[in-house]
């Protein structure tokens, strides 16, 4: 079952309360591939990097199973670079800097070994990049996840509607539902979203958890109380990564199947901010991913006693 993963790979610098991390890599499509590597070992990357991006980085991915021929190396350029900066409440961030560079004039371009393509996950990009992503699939995929950002929806809101209107599944925070939509009421936002033709809609809320909507159902996924969250950079990423991974291992797009995605994407959310970038992610190992499932189980789990009159 393979997973086409499309979006920044980057250079980042984090402030927290816990202290600043030196530029180092992340990006949307990084975190991504990686979370979705402890699910699926077919995952096909599109995406560009300049000369100065560490090429042990290309060979850790690979390493991972994770084909690279999709990534442009630009020697002569620089590699997107973004800065943030989180207070304590650790759900709201400053962007400090954004640094286009080589994601500036970005052309996805597919192989052609990417073609067959089951699955297809748009990391947060221009939204008329993610449609000609789309546009260049000869086949449509079995399922296409998008995420995006307020960015988009305050520079380009009509390409943004139009991509949506071309995707399965949505991914966005309850900031950015709210700010595309104009209503407070996150039923109200998720039925005006669904109206646009999308056919699932996931809305994350942070330490708060996640909601998962289709026309006529809804779910709700908790997140992991945690004692400290270190560093919440690419936890959205990496949620979306856990999704669409699991999907791409079962082949089973029922809601029922998004339900149990939906918490394998959260338990890899959970770990993803335990340390800086994506450190955590690479120490991870599968009894780990399981013995957090169990845990998700556990935190939503009760019986409910009918009293006797
Ligand atoms: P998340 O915390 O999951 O929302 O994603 C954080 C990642 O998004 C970081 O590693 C950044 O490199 C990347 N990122 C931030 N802004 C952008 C942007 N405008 N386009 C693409 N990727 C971005």
Not at 117 to 145: D, F, H, W
Not at 192 to 216: M, P, R, S, Y
Request: net charge negative.
């Amino acid at each position: 079952m393979s997973l086409l993963v499309v979006g920044s790979v980057a250079f980042d610098s984090i402030s927290t309360p816990f202290g600043n991390s030196d530029k180092i890599v992340g990006g949307a499509a990084t975190y991504i591939s990686l979370s979705a590597s402890n699910f699926t070992q077919n995952i096909k990357l599109v995406g560009v990097v300049g000369g100065d991006f560490p090429k042990d980085y290309i060979k850790l991915l690979q390493d991972r199973g994770v084909d690279t021929n999709g990534l442009q190396i630009k020697e002569s350029e620089k590699t997107f670079f973004w800065a943030g900066k989180y207070h304590n409440d650790m759900n709201h961030r400053d962007t400090l800097v954004t640094e286009l560079n080589v994601l500036g004039d970005f052309d996805p371009i597919l192989p052609e070994s990417y073609q067959d393509c089951e699955y297809l996950m748009l990391g947060n990009l221009a939204p008329k990049v993610q449609s000609t992503v789309i546009s260049r699939l000869a086949k449509r995929p079995k399922l296409i996840m998008m995420d995006t950002m307020n960015f988009w929806m305050e520079i380009a809101m009509d390409d943004l509607k139009e991509t949506i209107s071309m995707v399965d599944v949505l991914c966005i925070n309850d900031e950015e539902a709210r700010l595309f939509t104009k209503e407070y009421s996150l039923v109200k936002a998720a039925k005006q979203i669904l109206a646009l033709g999308v056919k699932t809609l996931i809305i994350k809320k942070g330490e708060h958890g996640a909601l998962l909507f289709n026309k006529d159902e809804v779910f709700f996924a908790p997140a992991l109380p945690i004692e400290d969250v270190f560093d919440p950079t690419g936890a959205g990423d990496t949620f979306a990564g856990g999704f669409i991974g699991y999907i791409a291992q079962t082949g089973d797009i029922s809601f029922a199947n998004m339900k149990r995605a939906i918490i394998h994407g959260s338990a890899m959310a959970s770990y993803c901010v335990e340390k800086f970038g994506t450190q955590r992610l690479l120490e991870l190992t599968d009894v780990e991913i399981e013995k957090r499932i169990g845990q998700f189980v556990d935190l939503v789990k009760f019986d409910v006693l009918v009293a006797k009159i």
